[in-house]
């Protein structure tokens, strides 16, 4: 987590300096997904793996942070490295991630499992576009290799981690596990198969319609997160501290 901060702070500095954002993103790229993964690294500890097991996730976060390193000086390169990185990462998540086992249970865990191994599967699809498409700065290809990233992978994680993360950051209540959850994740997942394949297929409309499809569901995602913790505030205030929160 500490090599995603200094990613980020790089990628800031190269901003301030006026390098174009296409060389930019990689840092901006870097900062979260080490960040995510190093999360995700210290969780898979609880199942004990093995010297093997961490010796393939440095092995895959050495390739992507040489790739990083290298898209300055050779693009073409560097580019592809980060791409087979990525790929490396998304195998070593979704075969070591506690995830795996967590989505055979129900409700809340269920879904956030779910949510991973969802992001899980964009980060490899990421990887491989960056591998094929690592030189596009701009165009469908480009937009498809950072949306699978930036979307995909990093908008699941918060799908993931929201009903978590927020009552612990705003001081609130509980957030309880309902069935509509699924409906912004599924509208995402969906947004981003329309944009992918209108945008490789060449169908600019179909692509924009993907692109549409994507905020409709990070509005669904707010808005539905929103209503959620604001009533159960309400039954929380309601009940006080001793109540119980209704099934769901």
Do not use: C
């Not at 198969?193 to 945008?199: A, D, F, Q």
């Not at 993907?210 to 039954?235: M, P």
């Amino acid at each position: 987590m500490g090599a995603g901060a200094l990613a980020w702070f790089v990628g800031n500095v190269l901003w301030s300096a006026g390098v174009p954002i296409h060389r930019t993103v990689s840092w901006f790229g870097a900062f979260l997904l080490l960040t995510i993964v190093g999360e995700r690294l210290e969780l898979s500890r609880l199942a004990r793996p093995g010297s093997m097991s961490q010796g393939a996730f440095l092995a895959a976060v050495a390739v992507y942070l040489i790739g990083l390193l290298l898209v300055s000086r050779s693009p073409e390169i560097g580019l592809r490295l980060e791409g087979l990185g990525m790929l490396g990462l998304a195998l070593w998540l979704v075969r070591f991630d506690i995830a795996r086992h967590t989505v055979r249970l129900t409700g809340l865990t269920r879904f956030i499992a779910i949510s991973l191994l969802s992001g899980y599967v964009w980060l490899g699809i990421s990887g491989s576009l960056w591998i094929l498409f690592g030189e596009a700065t701009a165009g469908p290809f480009y937009d498809a290799k950072v949306h699978a990233l930036f979307l995909g992978f990093v908008f699941a994680m918060i799908f993931a981690h929201a009903p978590i993360i927020l009552p612990a950051v705003l001081g609130g209540s509980p957030i309880p596990y309902r069935a509509d959850f699924y409906v912004p994740l599924a509208l995402l997942n969906l947004s981003l198969i329309v944009r992918l394949s209108g945008g490789i297929g060449g169908r600019s409309e179909v692509r924009q319609w993907g692109a549409l499809l994507g905020v409709v569901a990070v509005l669904a995602f707010v808005g539905n997160t929103t209503r959620t913790a604001v009533e159960t505030r309400q039954t929380y205030r309601g009940h006080g501290p001793r109540g119980r929160l209704p099934e769901s």
